[in-house]
Every structure is written in structure tokens, then in C-alpha cells.
């Protein structure tokens, strides 16, 4: 179906009771209060609740709803609901629709089937969720959706939502005060903004059903790689297929309901991949923007008969899938503070951002590092695919010798004229986004904003938000506290930008970060280098970062440890599924298709008595026969490993990355090889080539 344009701007958002449904369906009174509720940051009292939740009930019901839910995002990076109808009984055996204030604001759900890293004992199980009035309601399959924080009885936090939402604050209050300084004195809140670029793959359903590892796993356990790879690069902007555009354009259709701003779209770098960025927005919606995007990335593929997989790495041998996080601070004007401008007191307020930044990077490397480590993301990190693990920042030639004449205290450009000296009066103008774009930094400058690459296309893009937001903010209050006391604002802004970019470029790099050569300049430089998760997750914890969360407000030291549990525990639960879907492929359909066409062969083979031997037919039963005996073997090992894994978390965390992953790349290279000497029409389930080439 074609989309007019004015159809389009009247389906945008026609499934979300935004500002403008808010208007409509709300008295004027507690539309202002609501409004008053958002900007202050204040509670709204019990009688606007009932308002509102009347409000949005009437708009949901005669847009077709039957139900609502509070709509949280638990520890396990995905989305939660439980949902309840309007119905309540009313006299003569009928029933009336209802919805109440109280219905709205606060719900509880069993918590005890979502993750808490032990700080819910499972006797008081009990869990809350509380409506975030700043994030818009929406509707979907006749459900009034209502986006929620989600915390214990006891007031800890078990969702991902509220230390995003606390971050944020805390990044605006240390932004406002460095503006204050440059005698801004109308910014009331600076606010995160995010656009999440998602990748994915998309796959005939068909072939999904046939392949266990698929329906389990998210991603293939065994394949040989087909002839043809990526090396053509023909499918990267290529036309992108009847199918697929189809899928596309019922994507966008349904996002644009729902108010999210998809943008842009087009095919990736693999066979069967391709690319949804949204248009930015603030970093809470962002996250529930990604959320939703991804479920429904997942809902439209089945309507076209076909299978949207998010995993990180599905294929073995062609790109994974990542999610670029695109994050700048903003002001309530819309003013981007990582925009270098037209006057000199806005390049120096810029470059004194962009110190922040780089300090904070360079100091919470390995924390950064670990808010993108798990199971799927580890095919990609440190493996053979980029971005590496060491994390640094890409910045461009141009701002590079920016930040060296400022280091050096040499001159920048026009040699012989300006000397580059850092103030609110006097500073030469920013070069903006001349360089080439780096696609093998982690951390990317590009123009006005910095692009956080190392991300999985499947992981909730709450966790590295809260961490950038909050370190920034811990940079912003360190210079804040140092430039408020100074008595010469231009001379401690020069020398406080110089010594931090002197003491921290060692995390600037514009170099090829693909390069075996980059990984030892990088030891030299003491960057971290985490290259799984078992070596990542435990510094979660570690002194310094526990201090940072806790001092901002964000975490306590409790919750920090949950959450190191949860990842943990996590990483655990994906290899060990992994790890028993492989070894019941290779018992069940592996070995009993390959031991039938050896046996096929031999009987071919002996049917020949008398007449001359056929040398195939010997020579690969030979071979099968050799291999699904390691095969056996192999599965044997893998099988007799995960049950001796040891119980403590940590421990189990290392023996499955050293272990258990170890036995799986060594049982699926037998498989693969079997896979190739095995008869097409014998071989279990759809292949490489069948899959990835199936248009
Ligand atoms: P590329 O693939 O070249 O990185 P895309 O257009 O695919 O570019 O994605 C860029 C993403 O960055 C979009 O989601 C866009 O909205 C987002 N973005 C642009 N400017 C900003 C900004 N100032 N802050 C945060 N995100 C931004
Ligand atoms: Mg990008």
C-alpha cells in the first residue's frame, strides 16, 4: 500500500496519547498540571491522576483497546507487561470499562520471575512498577501500553529505566552549571539525546523453522560458509529487494504509528542485512523508541513470512549485527553543546565539553567496555570483526590538531598569525566535520555528536547511556567546582583544557582500530584491552566505578553488584543453551545424517564386488566415518564439561568462556567439515547458501 504524505503526517503518532491527545482528552486544568508535573519534576496528586487515566482510557477505548499494562524494562535488557482489561462488573450482568488514577500510577506485577541478583529474597517478592509521566502511553494490539520504572518493595531498583532517568538528571545539573559560567542564564535543563541505529537480519521463515540452533539460540550453531560471502560488497546500498522493501515500508508504517522516528533504511554490509536509524530524540524515549522498534522489527517480519534476527552475530564469517549509539547533550533550546559554533565563547564552551568527554572516556574505559559485554556481542568485540575492545576516540585530523596546538601551545592553521589560546574571548574558529568518517573507532566524533559503535544490535541501549551520562556528569562537576572557583575565568578555562587534554590523549586514536598494529600501541599506551565478557564483567564493580554510581545517585553499591550477578549469570545461561542445543543437533540430526550417508556409501561401495572400487565412494565414507567419530567425541567432552561446571558465579563465568565456548568451536568445526562432504539432499537442515541467498 502507498503512503501519501498527508496520510503519513496523520499516522504519525496516531497510536500514541501524546502532548497533542493530551490536549484533546484532557480538561485544561490537569493538562496543566500534568505539564507542571513534567517541568517541575514535582507528584502529581491523586485527582489529575484519575483525570488522566480517564483521559487515556477514552482515547484507547475508541481507538479499539480492551486492556492496559505497565510497560517496564527488567534487568534482563528486554521489555515486560502484564495485562489487565478495563472491564469491572456493573449492575444487570453487564460490565463498564474503568481505569483509575490509582490503576495508572502504581502496579505490581509477580516480581519474582524477573531477574534481581539477589535483592528481592523471593519471600517478599513483591515488586512495584510507577508510571513515568514523561514518556508518552501508546497502543498496541489493543493494549493502552504505559511505560513504567519497575523497583522492590523495599525501594531498590530492578529496571533499567530509573538509573537512566536518574542519569540524566544528574548530567543536566552538572551541564547547567558550566553553562551558567559562560553566562548563560536561561538554559534551565540540558538533556541526553540518542539516536540508536539498529541493524538486522532478515530470514525466510521456512529455513527458520528447520534450523533448532535459529529457534533457540537466535543465531546458528553450525553452517559451512557458502561460496559467496560479502567480498562483493554488491549488497551494501544495493536495490534493496521487492520483499524486503515490502517488510520495510509495513516497518516504518507501524513505527511511525507509533511515534518513532524511523528515518532512514537501507541494506548493511552482509547478505540479508540491513539498517533502521531513527531521527534522534532524548535519551528515555530513545530507549523506549529501540524497544519498541526492535519488537515490532520482529512482529512485521512474520506477516511477510519472514524471520527478523537480532542476534549479534548470526552467521558465522560475515558481519554481526551492532547498534551505533549516537549521543550529544542539548539544551532546552535545542542548542547541541558538542557543536562547535561561530563564535569564539561557543567553540571554548565546546571544547571544554569535549575535554569532559574525552577525561571520562579515558577514565571509565573498561567501564564503558563492560556495559556492551555479553554472550552475542562477544562474536564481535576482540574477535574478528571490529570495533575492537579496547575503547578510544576518534576525533578526526582537523580537531586532532586542534587539541595538540591547544596541548603543545603551538599555533593552529594559518601559521604565522594565531597563536590557538582558549577563552571566551579569544579562540580561532572549529573545523566542522571535514574528516573522513573512521568506521573502525569505537568511539566516533562525527561533527556534532559522538557515535558509540560498540553496542549489540540485541542489547537495550539503556546501559551505556546511563554510563555515558553519568561520567559526563562526574567530568562536568569536577570542572564546574574547579572553574567556579577561579578568579580569572579565561586563564583557569585555558589551563584546565590543556591539562586535561594533555593528561588524557593517549584515548585519542584515528587510526585503522582493525590493525594488529593499533592492539600493541594501544598496551603501550595502558588502554584496556577486555576481549570477552568473562574478562570485562568483574571490573563492573571495581572501586572507582562503584564510587562514581553511587556518588551521582544512580546505583547503590548493592544494585551495582545485582546487576554484575545478572550479567553474569546471564552469560552463563546463553552459553549453557547453546552449548545443549549443540550437542542435541549433533546427537539428533548431525551425526544420524551423516553416519546414513556413509553407510549409503558403503553399501555402494560393497555392491561393486568384483567390478573395480569407486574411489569416491571409499575415500569420503572414509572421511565421514573419521569425522563423526571426533564429532562424537567432541559432543561427548561438551556434554561431560557442562556438568562439571562449578556452581559460584564467577568461577562459572570464566570455566564456560574457557570451556565450554572452547569445546563448541572445536565440535563445530568437525560439523562444518562434515557438512561439506555430506550429500546436499542428506544434510539436516538449510544451509549457508540456502539461507543467506534465498531471494
Ligand atoms: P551513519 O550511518 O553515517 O552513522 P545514520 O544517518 O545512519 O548515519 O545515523 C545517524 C544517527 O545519528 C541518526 O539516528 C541520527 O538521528 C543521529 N544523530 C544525528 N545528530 C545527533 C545528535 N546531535 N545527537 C544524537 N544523535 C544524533
Ligand atoms: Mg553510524
Known amino acids: ?33 500534568w505539564k507542571e508535573c513534567i517541568e517541575s519534576q514535582t507528584e502529581l496528586d491523586l485527582a489529575i491522576a484519575n483525570d488522566i487515566a480517564d483521559a487515556m482510557k477514552h482515547w484507547a477505548v475508541e481507538r479499539g483497546a480492551t486492556h492496559f499494562t505497565h510497560w517496564f524494562q527488567p534487568m534482563t535488557g528486554y521489555t515486560a507487561e502484564k495485562h489487565d482489561s ?12 474503568e481505569f483509575s488514577g490509582k490503576e495508572l500510577v502504581r502496579g505490581e506485577p509477580d516480581a519474582s520471575s524477573f531477574p534481581s541478583g539477589g535483592l528481592r529474597a523471593t519471600f517478599e517478592a513483591r515488586g512495584y512498577t510507577a508510571w513515568d509521566p514523561t514518556a508518552y502511553a501508546f497502543l498496541r494490539d489493543n493494549t493502552l501500553y504505559i511505560p513504567t520504572v519497575f523497583y522492590s518493595y523495599s525501594g531498590q531498583v530492578l529496571d533499567k529505566k530509573t538509573p537512566l532517568l536518574r542519569s540524566m538528571d544528574e548530567v543536566s545539573r552538572q551541564a547547567v552549571r558550566i553553562l551558567r559560567l559562560f553566562g548563560d542564564t536561561a538554559t534551565k535543563r540540558v538533556t541526553a539525546q540518542v539516536g540508536p541505529e539498529q541493524e538486522y537480519f532478515l530470514i525466510d521463515e521456512k529455513d527458520f523453522a528447520k534450523r533448532m540452533d535459529l529457534r533457540m539460540c537466535g543465531r546458528t550453531l553450525f553452517g559451512a560458509s557458502a561460496p ?154 576482540g574477535a574478528q570483526e571490529a570495533p575492537p575492545a579496547v575503547v578510544s576516540i576518534f576525533l578526526g585530523d582537523e580537531l586532532t590538531a586542534v587539541v595538540e596546538s591547544i596541548i603543545h601551545g603551538t599555533e593552529y592553521s594559518d601559521p604565522g598569525k594565531k597563536s590557538l589560546r582558549v577563552g571566551v574571548d579569544v579562540m580561532p574558529p572549529i573545523p566542522q566535520d571535514n574528516t573522513d568518517r573512521n568506521r573502525t573507532s569505537p568511539m566516533a566524533f562525527t561533527g556534532n555528536k559522538f557515535e558509540f559503535r560498540m ?66 600501541e594501544a598496551a603501550r599506551r595502558g588502554l584496556s584491552n577486555l576481549t570477552s565478557t568473562a574478562d570485562a564483567l568483574p571490573i563492573y564493580t571495581a572501586e572507582k566505578n562503584v564510587a562514581l554510581f553511587t556518588k551521582h545517585g544512580i546505583f547503590t553499591r548493592e544494585e551495582m553488584e545485582a ?7 546471564n552469560y552463563c545461561h546463553v552459553l549453557s543453551i547453546e552449548a545443549n542445543t549443540m550437542a542435541d543437533m549433533i546427537k539428533r540430526d548431525i551425526l544420524p545424517a551423516a553416519s546414513a550417508y556413509a553407510g549409503e556409501l558403503a553399501r555402494r561401495a560393497l555392491g561393486r564386488a568384483g567390478s573395480s572400487a569407486c574411489r569416491y565412494e571409499t575415500t569420503i565414507e572414509g572421511r565421514i566415518s573419521e569425522l563423526t567419530d571426533g564429532l562424537l567425541a567432541a559432543c561427548e567432552k561438551l556434554e561431560a564439561d557442562l556438568k562439571g ?19 563448541m568451536t572445536a565440535a563445530r568445526k ?9 550429500e546436499r539432499k542428506a544434510w539436516p537442515f538449510p544451509t549457508y547458501s540456502d539461507m543467506l541467498f534465498y531471494m
Open 1 to 33: 500500500m502507498e503512503t501519501k504524505a498527508t496520510d503519513l503526517t496523520e499516522l504519525f503518532g496516531s497510536m500514541v496519547f501524546n502532548e497533542d491527545a493530551m490536549r484533546q482528552y484532557l480538561s485544561s486544568n490537569s493538562f496543566s498540571a
Open 86 to 97: 478495563f472491564i469491572t462488573p456493573a449492575p444487570g450482568g453487564k460490565v463498564l470499562l
Open 228 to 381: 559467496k560471502g560479502q567480498e562483493l560488497e554488491d549488497h551494501y546500498f544495493g536495490a534493496i529487494r521487492p520483499r524486503v522493501a515490502a517488510y520495510m515500508q509495513d516497518l516504518d508504517r507501524e513505527l511511525w504509528k507509533l511515534g518513532v522516528l524511523s528515518k532512514t533504511k537501507h541494506n548493511e554490509v552482509a547478505p540479508c542485512q540491513h539498517e533502521m536509524a531513527p531521527i534522534y530524540t532524548d535519551a528515555n524515549t530513545a530507549c523506549d523508541h529501540n524497544q519498541i522498534t526492535m519488537d515490532v522489527m520482529k512482529k512485521v517480519a512474520r506477516k511477510h513470512g519472514l524471520v527478523c534476527l537480532l542476534h549479534e552475530k548470526p552467521f558465522a564469517g560475515i558481519n554481526g549485527s551492532g547498534k551505533h549509539d549516537n549521543w550529544s547533550l542539548a539544551t532546552d533550546s535545542g542548542d547541541n553543546l558538542f557543536k562547535p559554533g561561530s563564535t569564539p565563547s561557543q567553540n571554548a564552551r565546546f571544547l571544554l565539553f569535549l575535554a569532559a568527554f574525552v577525561k571520562g572516556v579515558d577514565e571509565y574505559q573498561d567501564f564503558l567496555r563492560a556495559t556492551v559485554a555479553f554472550a552475542g556481542n562477544d562474536h564481535r568485540l
Open 455 to 520: 553496542l549489540g544490535s540485541s542489547q537495550s541501549i539503556a546501559g551505556p547511556n546511563i554510563a555515558l551520562n553519568t561520567i559526563m556528569a562526574e567530568e562536568l562537576e569536577q570542572f564546574a567546582d574547579e572553574l567556579e572557583g577561579a578568579d580569572d575565568f579565561n586563564e583557569a578555562l585555558a589551563s584546565l583544557i590543556r591539562r586535561v587534554f594533555t593528561q588524557h590523549q593517549r584515548i585519542i586514536f584515528n587510526g585503522n582500530g582493525y590493525e594488529d598494529a593499533w592492539l600493541q
Open 563 to 569: 546487576r554484575r550477578e545478572i550479567h553474569m549469570e
Open 645 to 663: 561446571a562449578p556452581e559460584a558465579v564467577e568461577a562459572r563465568l570464566t570455566y564456560f568462556h574457557a570451556v565450554v565456548f572452547e569445546d
Open 670 to 678: 568437525l560439523a562444518d567439515q562434515l557438512e561439506t562432504l555430506v
